[in-house]
Structure formats: structure tokens, C-alpha cells
């Protein structure tokens, strides 16, 4: 299909797997994979629904339901959720980074979004620098979409931006103040620090994920 990611576009995966293979072959998305290792390996064990997000050169979600990927008419697309522009003083490019949409989280907070409106690598920006704050806030508001939707019991939050300095600590603050007490649930009033988590395989979870789906459709 279509995808921002420059010559990729209309591309056959599969085709060549399978011809140099000779077994069945698909594929998912590599967040669908995560949230599927996670949720058999990882921090998201014995919960569901679950929902994993990676914030890195792109930013994508995928959801567990009942043990499996979440797909519809094709697969959740997290990371394009809506969001209102960042008022953000100091940017030096204050669009919106996504070439399909103007206001959207991939758009706004993953890396190559945040070193076109920064100016800088986000690896490079210090603990206090405004684009965390940035970054936080606007996360919360996809997050706080995705609580409302789908009430996942589990939020894991990774990839590179994720490991920024206070980002995790941020979010998790921004979107207790966004929710403005409107869901009552202990594990959102009294235990975010379990609920909106990092992975626990680490940067396995993709692979370990893949595996699984392998797995499942063999099964």
C-alpha cells in the first residue's frame, strides 16, 4: 500500500519471500508484531485489551484484543490520530511534518518531526528543553483518544523518543491532567506508573512478535 517512507511505496513483500522461501508468508505492521510479543513476553502479560506505541522515526500503534492483533478494514493507524497543534514558542518549523495530514502525532513528535521543527536531533536536546514539554503534552492527547476509545488495560510506550530525558514521567502527568478526572478507575487515579509502561522485551519485541504471528497462523 501507500506509506510516507520514500520508495517504498507499492512495493511486493511478500513476492519475493515467498518465491525464495516456498512457505506461507504475510505480514503485519511492526507494532502489531510488538504488541503481540509484549503482550505474550513482555510488560503487557495477562492483559487485555492492550496497546503498545512506538514513538521513533515514525510513530504507529497496535492493539491486542482477545490474544490477537486488532485489524479492520486494514490495521489501526495510531500514530496519524488528530491532535491539535502544538502552540510551541522557538520552533524553527512549526508545521506539521506529516506529508498526508496537518495535524497529526507523527506529524508533531516522532524524531525526524521533532529534528525539522527543533532544528536539532532529538538524541542531541537536553533534559528542559522545550520539545520534551512539546512532545509530552501532544503525546498525552493521542494517548488520552486511545484510553477513551479503546480502554486498553495497558499502555506500552516505546522507541527512541521514548528514552528521552523525562518523557515517560511527562506523559504520564499530562494525560492524568487532560483526563481532568473524567475516567475514575484506580489503575488510571492511583497507579499510571503501571499503566502507561515501557516495553519490557526491549528492542525484541518486534522479532519475538513475529514470531508469534508466525505461530498463530500455523495454529
Known amino acids: 500500500t501507500s506509506t510516507p517512507k520514500p ?10 519471500l515467498r518465491a525464495r522461501f516456498d512457505v506461507p508468508v504475510g505480514f ?18 495477562g492483559v487485555d485489551p ?11 500503534g497496535g492493539a491486542i484484543i482477545h490474544g490477537r492483533p486488532l485489524h479492520g478494514l486494514l490495521h489501526p493507524e495510531m500514530g496519524h490520530l488528530q491532535v ?18 496537518d495535524s497529526c502525532l ?7 518531526a521533532i529534528a525539522a521543527r527543533w532544528g536539532a536531533q532529538a538524541e542531541t ?34 522507541g527512541g523518543v521514548m528514552e528521552g530525558p523525562g518523557v515517560l514521567e511527562a506523559v504520564r502527568a499530562a494525560v492524568l491532567r487532560q483526563l481532568n478526572g473524567y475516567l475514575q478507575v484506580p489503575a488510571l487515579t492511583d497507579d499510571m506508573d503501571h499503566y502507561l509502561v515501557p516495553p519490557g522485551l526491549g528492542q525484541r519485541s518486534g522479532v519475538l512478535g513475529a514470531i ?8
Open 28 to 45: 503485519d505492521t511492526d507494532v502489531n508484531a510488538s504488541a503481540l510479543g509484549e503482550s505474550l513476553w513482555g510488560a503487557g502479560q
Open 125 to 158: 536536546l537536553p533534559a528542559g528543553h522545550p520539545a520534551w514539554a512539546e512532545v509530552a503534552e501532544t503525546l498525552a492527547r493521542g494517548l488520552v483518544s486511545i484510553i477513551t476509545t479503546l480502554a486498553p488495560r495497558r499502555i506500552i510506550l516505546g
Open 50 to 60: 492492550l496497546v503498545y506505541l512506538t514513538i521513533g522515526t515514525g510513530v504507529g
Open 212 to 219: 508469534a504471528l508466525g505461530r498463530q497462523t500455523l495454529s
Open 84 to 101: 491539535p497543534a502544538p502552540n510551541t514558542a522557538r520552533t524553527v518549523d512549526s508545521r506539521c511534518q506529516c506529508p498526508f495530514h
Open 7 to 16: 520508495g517504498w511505496q507499492r512495493t511486493d513483500i511478500v513476492g519475493p
Open 106 to 112: 507523527e506529524g508533531y513528535i516522532s524524531g525526524p
